[in-house]
């Protein structure tokens, strides 16, 4: 009896759920409600969550209760810690969560929303999501080891050293991009500048403040921390009303990229107490409190989709960036759907928390489903604004013109309307001179949810729209500077981990020139494609966002591949198409898009067809738009060789992951190659109950 | 009636302090006490890094690998 109810009521969700889906499709014209957007995605987690992430827990892994976790059988109190499993929830969520899964969908709802919202919701479940499962069970199954040691073991050497390489390559660009996309949301705009800038002696007293003040009392620090932080929100406002300071905050483009360099630079030499935990604490908080309140507003509020389901851009003739739907909707929006770079969260802090075995399934699988929930939120946000404000905040310069009249003009030649007025009505609203061309997806987030949030709380007014959309601002902002910061750290130490081999003392690292050396020498390599996006006449977005993806899917790839190993040796070959599906579909798009990013005959999508272009351009003698001298002629150039060398490496990488890993499995299946996996033996909890 | 009172205090600061420990525990503070019983249990010839030695030396480890931070 209880069996047929279940039956019944999951046989309800999937049909609310295959409903939603068809009322997203079929729409045509009429603007379509998001809570349909929500249904569909709400519908095909729980689906997908009950049924499929069981399917793998039971079938795959047999994951098991009564088998000791890493936690309990290492614990240390310091690393290995067993942990209620709604505390490491929280704790993984917000470690995964950062600025991707907002940029990622405001960008691609150029093509509209349905492409990425079907991306989103399908590749979550059957490869986000199983992705970051299957590590994390892999990882808690071999003592808490990072994907880069499973690469090495499962796979081998050659298959360890490119995951290293690819790590090392995707912070780069990771670091860049979204630097970027911070220069371009603080441009000319004095209040978020100062709310941004204020941030940072904020997190400074409260490191002091952690360490001499009130050692330890990291909430209270915390609560001042965020009262401060409405307290530079205002500021900025303050200063933005005075004209001779609002000129002083007034930065370049260029200017505000040096910087975020110098930025990154101080993050990395100074102790981490003093800056980055601090504002890692206070960036948590903010985090997991603006994706509950964008949920709850969007609940409230309802927007209906002002973008159609499709735009005439599906031909790769778009604005934002350059490429068809396919490939690049799904290089595009990587976290949501599927993020590489989760496999390091999966096997870094997570599975050394872990109280039981099958919690993998909540931490791993549900934790993807609500980042993939917080991606679909972005694009509602994105899609609930007019296409023709859309499409002036995130087309460059080079299309929309530097006037409202031009960019109001251009958008009309795309077969949306909208008018100048309007234009410089919404910037005034949003406290800003002008919002055209402000590309890089945040500050078309910040606009929507500017708006879902005044309308949630009541009517639309200037001032709380102006508010709404700095505080918005800031907190992406802060998002993104959390993941500049500390990821500068990171990359620190891993270069220093290689450098040690040029000259051992280089990998000292709390040796002051070392330190300053590797770090230094990793801020050049990400300012230098900061520096370039900056600089961009295409804008910046347009080549450095794919490149992004292509890096990211390609740290997915390394993953899929190894948890493909893991499975082929555990004896469950037959289930190798849970991450080999996946898999092949990553390697057909990361291919595809890669080589229509270096070889295509486009100048807007291939990087070698837009050197050409400029050559070619300053050999007849005139320079291309947007190019002021020819030594900048000759730096794009430079430039864009240089990025297909990247995006080459990128899939060459790919290639020998995949190579390595076939390799394996053939020897192992046709039992050449002894099952030398590493997982350690079964070893059941110690008299279960009542111990500690 | 005074002593149902009290009982409600105690409850609401139990709570408190429970809401204390899951906050800091998701946004990853060290937890030293734990690591003191942990010792005390496991170990108990082994003297306790002191608080600001363990707080500073856990904070270091967060922060020089990947995998405490995504996009």
Redesign the interface.
């Known amino acids: 009896m209880r069996k047929t109810l279940a039956g019944i009521m999951w046989a309800a969700v999937a049909a609310t759920g295959a409903g939603a889906f068809a009322m997203l499709a079929l729409a045509r014209g009429e603007p379509v409600n998001a809570a349909w957007l929500l249904a569909a995605a709400l519908c095909t987690y729980a689906v997908g969550y009950r049924f499929y992430s069981r399917f793998i827990a039971h079938r795959v892994f047999a994951l098991d209760a009564a088998r000791e976790t890493p936690a309990e059988r290492l614990e240390d109190g310091r690393d290995y810690v067993p942990t209620n499993r709604w505390i490491v929830f929280g704790h993984h969520f917000a470690a995964i969560a950062g600025p991707g899964p907002l940029v990622g969908p405001t960008l691609a709802a150029q093509f509209g929303f349905l492409p990425g919202a079907l991306w989103i919701i399908v590749g979550v479940v059957l490869g986000g999501a199983v992705q970051d499962f299957v590590i994390l069970a892999a990882s808690v199954r071999r003592d808490g080891r990072s994907l880069g040691q499973m690469a090495r073991d499962e796979i081998g050497p050659v298959g360890g050293v490119t995951a290293l390489l690819a790590v090392l390559g995707i912070m780069v660009i990771l670091i860049a991009v979204l630097g970027l996309v911070i220069v371009n949301a603080l441009r000319a705009s004095p209040w978020g500048t100062v709310t941004l800038a204020l941030t940072i002696p904020i997190a400074l007293f409260l490191g002091v403040y952690l360490r001499w003040l009130r050692p330890q009392r990291v909430l209270e620090a915390t609560a001042i921390g965020v009262a401060m932080l409405i307290g530079a929100l205002l500021a900025g406002r303050w200063v933005a009303d005075q004209p001779a300071l609002a000129t002083l905050f007034t930065l370049s483009a260029s200017g505000l990229a040096w910087s975020l360099m110098i930025y990154g630079l101080a993050a990395s030499v100074l102790p981490v107490w003093l800056l980055l935990a601090p504002r890692d604490y206070l960036s948590a908080f903010v985090k997991i409190g603006v994706v509950v309140g964008l949920a709850l507003g969007v609940l409230v509020v309802l927007p209906p989709l002002r973008m159609p389901a499709l735009t005439p851009f599906i031909d790769g003739t778009g604005p934002v960036f350059a490429g068809r739907v396919f490939p690049f909707v799904f290089i595009t929006i990587a976290c949501g759907a599927i993020s590489g770079f989760h496999a390091l969260i999966a096997s870094g802090t997570t599975p050394k928390l872990l109280a039981r075995e099958p919690d993998a399934r909540l931490i791993g699988y549900g934790g993807m489903l609500t980042e993939s929930l917080v991606a679909v939120l972005a694009l509602i946000a994105a899609c609930a604004l007019t296409p023709g404000v859309y499409f002036a905040i995130n087309a460059p310069v080079t299309a929309l013109g530097a006037t409202a009249e031009s960019a109001a003009a251009a958008i009309r030649g795309w077969g949306f309307v909208v008018t100048p007025a309007e234009l410089s009505t919404l910037a005034r609203q949003v406290g800003e001179h002008t919002l055209l061309s402000r590309t890089g997806g945040a500050p078309s987030l910040a606009v929507g949810m500017a708006y879902i949030f005044s309308r949630a709380l009541g009517g639309v007014s200037d001032t709380a729209m102006a508010l709404w959309y700095h505080f918005a601002i800031m907190f992406e902002a802060l998002f993104l500077l959390t993941v500049l910061d500390a990821g500068t750290r990171v990359g620190r130490f891993m270069l220093q981990d290689i450098l040690k081999y040029v000259w051992a003392p280089l990998g000292r690292v709390s040796w002051y020139p070392a330190v300053g050396i590797a770090s230094a020498l990793f801020v050049a390599m990400w300012g230098h494609f900061l520096y370039q996006g900056v600089t961009d006449p295409l804008g910046g977005i347009n080549s450095l966002w794919p490149l992004f993806g292509i890096s990211n899917q390609l740290l997915a790839s390394v993953a899929l591949c190894v948890g493909t190993t893991i499975i082929i040796k555990m004896g469950k070959a037959r289930y190798a198409p849970v991450t080999l599906l996946p898999l092949v579909w990553l390697i057909t798009v990361n291919m595809t898009a890669g080589w229509l990013k270096i070889f295509s005959p486009d100048p807007r999508l291939g990087f070698l067809a837009h050197a050409r272009s400029v050559t070619d351009a300053v050999a007849a003698g005139h320079l291309p738009a947007g190019v002021a001298s020819a030594a900048a002629a000759a730096r794009i150039v430079f430039n864009d060789r240089l990025d297909a060398a990247v995006a080459a490496f990128f899939l060459v990488a790919v290639i020998v992951i995949v190579a390595e890993s076939a390799r394996e499995w053939v020897r192992t299946l046709r039992g050449r190659a002894v099952r030398r996996s590493t997982e350690v033996p079964f070893h059941p909890r110690a008299a279960a109950v009542g111990a500690d | 009636m005074r002593s149902r009172g009290r009982r409600m205090v105690a409850a609401l600061r139990a709570g408190g302090s429970a809401l ?1 420990g ?11 006490e ?6 005390r ?2 170990h108990p010839d082994q003297a306790p890094q002191p ?2 030695e363990f ?2 030396e ?14």
């Open positions: 204390r899951v906050c800091a525990a998701v946004i990853g503070v060290p937890d030293y734990r690591y003191v019983a942990h010792l249990r496991h608080r600001a707080a500073r856990q904070m270091r480890r967060r922060y020089d690998r990947p995998g405490s931070r995504c996009c």
